[in-house]
Structures are given as C-alpha cells and as structure tokens.
C-alpha cells in the first residue's frame, strides 16, 4: 500500500512563513511528479505548485515569487516553502503523487494525502 502523510501546517500571521512536507512511503517503484494541491471552503481544488522527477517546476500565477517547490527523489518527499503568507492562502493543503507506480507492470495512478490545513491570520 502506498501513503502520502503531510506535515508542516498551522497557524501564521500575515507575511509569515512556513514549509510544509510529504512523505509517500509503501512499495514505490517510481513516480513522474508531485504536486501540492488547496483547497479553500466553498471553493475548488487547485494547483498550487508541482515538480517532475526532473526538477521541472510549474507554479500558480498567485504564489510565483513567494513559493517554492523541492523534492528529495530518493526519499520520495516533496516540500513546498511559503513565504511571505496572504490570509487568501487559507486552505487545506493536499499533496498528489502523479502516475506513480508500484512496480514495472504496475498501471500509473494518482495518490492523495490526507491534507493538512494552513491558516493565514492575524
């Protein structure tokens, strides 16, 4: 079985900063990105940011300049650094292990964490 476990989130104020973190452990044998994912109440998940196994990164219009994504390929963990923090980053904060797969003849599907909430407030 695989699992995706985020860490990181809490409580910050305006202009503050924080890392969050994502572990996909199980049997893995290899994954093409990850991605770090928000969801707001009433709104609709969101790409925030992600990286290939490549180091390739794609960035929201909104966060670009004040996020940054990294991952540690050999230990199959994503990071995201926020800085400079909005109250409008609000959110539940999902990470996404893209088309991974379990082993060569394994079919690429798309793993999800259980989310952990990130509140922007003075």
């Known amino acids: 079985q695989v699992q995706l476990v985020e860490s990181g989130g809490g409580l910050v104020q305006p202009g503050g900063s924080l890392r969050l973190s994502c572990a996909a452990s199980?049997?893995?044998?290899?994954?093409?990105?990850m991605g770090w994912y928000r969801q707001a109440p009433g709104n609709e998940r969101e790409l925030v940011a992600a990286?290939?196994?490549?180091?390739?990164?794609h960035y929201s219009d909104s966060v670009k300049g004040r996020f940054t994504i990294s991952r540690a390929n050999a230990k199959n963990t994503v990071y995201l650094q926020m800085n400079s923090l909005k109250p409008e980053n609000t959110a539940v904060y999902y990470c996404?292990?893209?088309?991974?797969?379990?082993?060569?003849?394994?079919?690429?599907?798309?793993?999800w964490g259980q989310g952990t909430q990130v509140t922007v407030s003075s």
């Open positions: 996404d292990a893209d088309n991974l797969q379990r082993s060569l003849i394994d079919l690429p599907r798309d793993y």
């Open positions: 199980g049997t893995i044998f290899k994954i093409n990105a």
């Open positions: 990286i290939t196994s490549r180091d390739t990164t």
